[in-house]
């Protein structure tokens, strides 16, 4: 079984800067998109920011020049540098990848999720 383990949220003041890491663990497996999404409540979970394999990169308009999303292959983990955070921030993180395992072949995980608030 490959599972996803989500770090590094908290409460942070408007302007501030947050990082969030996701590692993912098991055995015999290979990653290929991994993303970051965040959810409110009573919203639908919306694509934050999403990195291929290769290292090629989109994001949401709303966090364009401020969010940084990158990779480790080697450490199987995705991080999201949140910069200039501001209120609308505030969400439930979750990270997300495209993962194929050897034994139960390709699908879909996501991690636990991972509570921003920014507020002063």
């Known amino acids: 079984q490959v599972q996803l383990v989500e770090s590094g949220g908290g409460l942070v003041q408007p302007g501030g800067s947050l990082r969030l890491s996701c590692a993912a663990s098991?055995?015999?497996?290979?990653?290929?998109?991994m993303a970051w999404y965040r959810q409110t409540p009573g919203k639908q979970r919306e694509l934050v920011a999403r990195i291929t394999s290769g290292g090629s990169t989109n994001y949401a308009e709303s966090v364009k020049g401020r969010f940084t999303i990158s990779r480790d292959n080697a450490k199987n983990t995705v991080y999201l540098q949140m910069n200039s955070m501001k209120a609308d921030d505030t969400a439930v993180y979750y990270c997300y990848a495209d993962i194929t395992s050897y034994r139960w072949g390709p699908g879909s995980y996501w991690g636990q999720g991972a509570q921003v608030t920014v507020s002063s």
């Open positions: 098991g055995s015999r497996f290979s990653i290929d998109a």
